[in-house]
């Protein structure tokens, strides 16, 4: 019997791959070759797994936001059954994620390198929208006043900690954000 593990199909390692050094360094500074490299496959496997770089980075897009929707539902049910309570729940995620040596959001990241229209672009604009859309339902449900403004709110002050922890303190930024989030809490979502 072997202890080696089984060796990844080669889709699972070109995108284990893109996501780490298109977060790391940003997409369009990793070319095709060194994703063939790194990932440990022939440039035909690459070609017939994703037909083209944006294919990638399709991917990667869509990866992340399933990553990180999943990591704000699992904090917003770790704050229990009010829905005031897990929106809040989400700067708890958002402590996570801004902890230092972070480099932000990777949609504001991917976006920053793409023009209104492209692939990225929309998948982006996509992500925001959606999760947006979710924290408009938990405002609603927590009995906010203009839950769509609530949940504009919060999901810029989200995105805004994000972006902070590359220039800035991440913890200071993260209870800065935790803070403020509490504020507009208790004023727009009645106990």
Not at 108 to 118: Q, R
Request: with cysteine; aromatic share 6%.
């Amino acid at each position: 019997m072997t202890t080696t593990p089984k060796r990844l199909p080669a889709r699972d390692r070109i995108l284990d791959t893109a996501c780490a050094l298109f977060y790391a360094h940003g997409i369009h500074a990793v070319g095709v070759d060194r994703l063939i490299a790194e990932s440990g496959v022939a440039k035909a496997t690459l070609y017939k797994q994703f037909p083209s770089k944006d294919d990638v980075v399709a991917a990667y897009l869509r990866r992340m936001d399933d990553s990180w929707r999943r990591q704000l539902r699992s904090a917003a049910l770790a704050a229990g059954d009010d829905p005031r309570e897990q929106l809040f729940g989400l700067f708890v995620a958002l402590e996570y994620a801004a902890r230092e040596g972070t480099l932000g959001c990777a949609f504001i990241n991917a976006v920053a390198e793409y023009e209104p229209g492209s692939t990225a672009h929309a998948i982006t604009a996509e992500h925001k929208r959606t999760v947006r859309e979710w924290v408009r339902d938990l405002a609603t449900a927590a009995g906010a006043a203009d839950p769509d403004t609530l949940a504009f709110q919060l999901t810029v002050l989200i995105d805004g900690t994000l972006a902070a922890t590359r220039v800035e303190n991440a913890d200071a930024a993260a209870e800065a954000a935790k803070q403020a989030a509490r504020a507009l809490l208790d004023a727009t979502c009645p106990r």
